[in-house]
């Protein structure tokens, strides 16, 4: 709740002007039964027509003011639950992108959409109620008990005697409530992430025929939700007879004690009416409260997963970003004894290496051997367990990550492109690309040949996720984006896996002409040989380094791979 008050302390003009206007419309609400008493008594029983369009005419003016007070308090308290949600769904967007890959898959991406959607929602709502009801019905409930006193005090007695079963149904409810809810909120959670599996593997999905199995287990997750949410719902349900129930009794008790008091000519018929209409609001002004803390108990949940997120441990970026400059020179690459585990795992463990500024680095290994955890470790996306890694002489430790990633270009296994144009998406790399930077790195990535013919060119429109491009063509041009970059280290993670021999091959030689360091990691030996360095790389150890010659002699591993892939290449 202290996430919640901080923010909504920003709008503390509308809360207040939300509170004004609460404020005129309660005192109009109050004024009411009192003003219908008077229309009863001083003009209904003794027909005088005079004293009812007076009093009805002043009825009806205050009407219209408190119809106005209503609608202002709905407009700023609108105004500061829309802003409130808007400033806590920049804090976890914000907060998102700069989660630590660890913490990022805990969560998961179900979850995390989740959170910055329904999560922000229920706070939304209960912000808007705070701001309605919970100014609305204690003046309401207080002013009406002070009315009734005023009235009546026996029959306010009466009244009174029911408010402690109410308060006891509510609390009971909100207890019951809130555990169900933050299930409900897990159960949400597990529906979005198999909602998203299937949508993104929907091809693997009817490749294998599993259609029917993925179906079968979102229904399961589906059951499990509608059953957790049936059980909250028909526990908040009980609310609605239960209250309703209590104030119908409460009504028939004041108006057959009340009736009593009139045959004894000591309370007149417009005060058992004005009563009657008082106790409605304070019951009314009580249900409101409670079903303020049923909300609450929901809001509470979601709040209590957007601190959980809020609190995850982030990247250290800082707030003021780094320029990246228009040229830069190659820069040298030392790795000392460095070591990466995961959980305990190691993943890489006591790796070193010396590259001169422009070597060109070749990283190959077995499935799981490290090389992937070694970009991670180069970028800082991953922090080491052991040992450092100096770029052009300085720690990277030492430099900020944005210092740090200003000075790298990555493309990864997995191409990622953004809805957009293809100029917005080369300009990820440099901002400050011009047009004739763009089609050069466009050129030496072998993707001007496709990206020419599109509609529009550098202005043709790609889908989200490169959806409308082939495997090819979306890594061909997220290699585009990264040597639109003037970086100092070029790092391609298996970026070529979905070209063809051919196109690899042109793609590998417009590199050499680059003036960078580069660190290509491939599974195709083809790719590596003419490396100036080369990593073999297993079980997240260095098995052997140095250019392909050398490496055939000495490393048998290295020698194995390639007689394995020559031999196929010339079975195929």
């Known amino acids: 709740m202290k996430l919640l008050a901080r923010y909504i302390a920003r709008y503390w003009y509308f809360a207040l002007g939300s509170l004004l206007f609460m404020g005129t419309e309660v005192a109009v609400n109050l004024a009411q039964p009192a003003l219908m008493g008077r229309v009863v008594d001083e003009g209904i029983i003794p027909s005088d027509m005079g004293a009812i369009v007076r009093l009805?005419?002043?009825?009806?003016?205050?009407?219209?003011?408190?119809?106005?007070?209503?609608?202002?308090?709905?407009?700023?308290?609108?105004?500061?639950?829309?802003?409130?949600?808007?400033?806590?769904?920049?804090?976890?967007?914000?907060k998102v992108l700069r989660l630590s890959l660890k913490e990022e898959s805990r969560f998961g991406a179900g979850t995390l959409i989740t959170r910055l959607t329904g999560d922000i929602v229920q706070v939304q709502t209960i912000v808007h109620m705070l701001l309605r009801m919970m100014i609305r019905a204690p003046l309401l409930a207080l002013g009406g008990l002070v009315m009734s006193f005023l009235l009546s005090p026996r029959l306010t007695l009466i009244m009174l005697a029911s408010l402690p079963?109410?308060?006891?149904?509510?609390?009971?409810?909100?207890?019951?409530?809130?555990?169900?809810?933050?299930?409900?909120?897990?159960?949400?959670?597990?529906?979005?992430?198999?909602?998203?599996?299937?949508?993104?593997?929907?091809?693997?999905?009817?490749?294998?025929?599993?259609?029917?199995?993925?179906?079968?287990?979102?229904?399961?997750?589906?059951?499990?939700?509608?059953?957790?949410?049936?059980?909250?719902?028909?526990?908040?349900?009980?609310?609605?007879?239960?209250?309703f129930l209590i104030?119908?009794?409460?009504?028939?008790?004041?108006?057959?004690?009340?009736?009593?008091?009139?045959?004894?000519?000591?309370?007149?018929?417009?005060?058992?009416?004005?009563?009657?209409?008082?106790?409605?609001?304070?019951?009314?002004?009580?249900?409101?409260?409670?079903?303020?803390?049923?909300?609450?108990?929901?809001?509470?949940?979601?709040?209590?997963?957007?601190?959980?997120?809020?609190?995850?441990?982030?990247?250290?970026?800082?707030?003021?970003?780094?320029?990246?400059?228009?040229?830069?020179?190659?820069?040298?690459?030392?790795?000392?004894?460095?070591?990466?585990?995961?959980?305990?795992?190691?993943?890489?463990?006591?790796?070193?290496?010396?590259?001169?500024?422009?070597?060109?680095?070749?990283?190959?290994?077995?499935?799981?051997?490290?090389?992937?955890?070694?970009?991670?470790?180069l970028l800082r996306m991953t922090e080491p367990s052991g040992g450092r890694v100096l770029l052009d002489?300085?720690?990277?430790?030492?430099?900020?990550?944005?210092?740090?990633?200003?000075?790298?270009?990555?493309?990864?296994?997995?191409?990622?492109?953004?809805?957009?144009?293809?100029?917005?998406?080369?300009?990820?790399?440099?901002?400050?690309?011009t047009e004739e930077q763009m089609i050069e790195a466009l050129k030496k990535a072998q993707a001007w040949e496709f990206v020419s013919r599109l509609p529009g060119v550098l202005e043709a429109r790609i889908e989200q996720g490169g959806t409308n491009l082939s495997g090819g063509q979306r890594q061909r041009l997220a290699i585009a984006r990264a040597l639109v970059r003037p970086a100092s280290l070029l790092i391609l993670d298996d970026a070529t896996s979905a070209l063809d021999a051919a196109t690899e091959s042109r793609l590998l030689s417009s590199l050499r002409t680059l003036p960078v360091t580069t660190l290509l990691i491939s599974q195709r030996m083809s790719a590596i040989t003419t490396c100036d360095l080369i990593l073999v790389l297993d079980d997240g150890r260095l098995a052997g380094a140095g250019p392909h010659p050398l490496l055939l002699e000495q490393c048998p591993l290295y020698r194995e791979l390639y007689e394995t892939q020559i031999e196929g290449a010339l079975h195929a």
């Open 165 to 243: 079963l109410l308060a006891g149904i509510l609390i009971f409810l909100i207890r019951k409530g809130i555990p169900l809810f933050v299930e409900a909120q897990g159960e949400m959670d597990r529906l979005n992430t198999v909602v998203r599996e299937n949508l993104e593997g929907v091809r693997v999905v009817r490749a294998f025929v599993r259609t029917d199995y993925e179906e079968g287990r979102f229904g399961k997750v589906n059951d499990r939700l509608k059953e957790v949410m049936t059980k909250a719902s028909s526990l908040m349900g009980l609310a609605f007879p239960l209250v």
């Open 56 to 94: 009805g005419l002043i009825l009806f003016g205050i009407v219209l003011i408190g119809v106005a007070g209503g609608i202002g308090c709905t407009i700023t308290a609108s105004a500061a639950a829309t802003r409130t949600a808007r400033d806590l769904r920049d804090l976890l967007y914000h």
């Open 393 to 433: 002489g300085e720690d990277i430790q030492a430099l900020s990550l944005e210092e740090l990633r200003a000075r790298i270009a990555v493309v990864f296994q997995k191409p990622v492109l953004f809805r957009g144009t293809v100029a917005d998406n080369l300009r990820w790399g440099f901002p400050g690309a």
């Open 247 to 377: 104030m119908n009794l409460s009504i028939v008790a004041v108006l057959w004690a009340g009736g009593f008091l009139v045959q004894e000519g000591t309370v007149q018929v417009g005060t058992i009416i004005a009563l009657t209409n008082y106790l409605l609001q304070i019951l009314f002004a009580l249900m409101m409260i409670g079903f303020f803390f049923m909300g609450l108990s929901r809001a509470q949940a979601s709040l209590l997963r957007l601190s959980e997120l809020i609190e995850a441990p982030e990247e250290s970026l800082s707030l003021e970003s780094v320029q990246i400059l228009p040229s830069r020179s190659p820069a040298s690459l030392v790795v000392e004894d460095l070591s990466v585990a995961y959980d305990g795992t190691p993943a890489l463990s006591d790796i070193s290496f010396e590259a001169p500024a422009g070597t060109r680095i070749g990283v190959i290994g077995p499935t799981g051997a490290g090389k992937t955890t070694l970009v991670m470790a």
